[in-house]
């Protein structure tokens, strides 16, 4: 297997990932994730990655087995404010972590998440953050990544 950088041609496998890593999480809570929405998280995704992938504010890697990739992730550059242990306003957020089943338990999350922190000890960034599945934690755990107890977020419904 091999890890590289994600090409503007690996948007698509990419978005396909981040669909089922979706997916996967709500069949684990018990939920169900509408066809139709799912497809609309994978255009929307491929959005975003074709914008910030081309202006550098989105780094993602991929792992190939042959020809096929098996495994990706990314990391989003964002803003925010300076805080007493990091007084930078840049900040890593880590994301749309996915490895195919039969590819678990071989260390590919692993190899992307350091990857990422390479990347981000390269450029002065401190602080990454992320959201992770109850089955992704513990790989975050491992590699040094704790719970933040004080935050909080807040999702605005449509009217």
Known sequence: MRLREA??????????HHRKMFMEIWEKKGDYLDPKRSNEIERA??????????????????????????????????????????????????????????????KCAQQIIQKAIGLCASQGVKRIMLNASDAGQPVYQKIGFRSAPDTMRLFIAQV
């Open 45 to 106: 995704y491929i959005a975003k990655l074709e914008i910030e992938m081309k202006n550098g504010n989105c780094i993602a890697w991929v792992i190939e087995d042959k020809e096929s990739v098996v495994a990706s992730g990314a990391v989003t550059f964002i803003s925010l404010v300076p805080n007493p242990s990091d007084l930078s306003s840049k900040v890593a957020y880590l994301h749309s972590m996915y490895t195919e089943k039969s590819y678990r338990n071989k």
């Open 7 to 16: 090409s503007i041609s690996d948007i698509s496998i990419m978005a396909v």
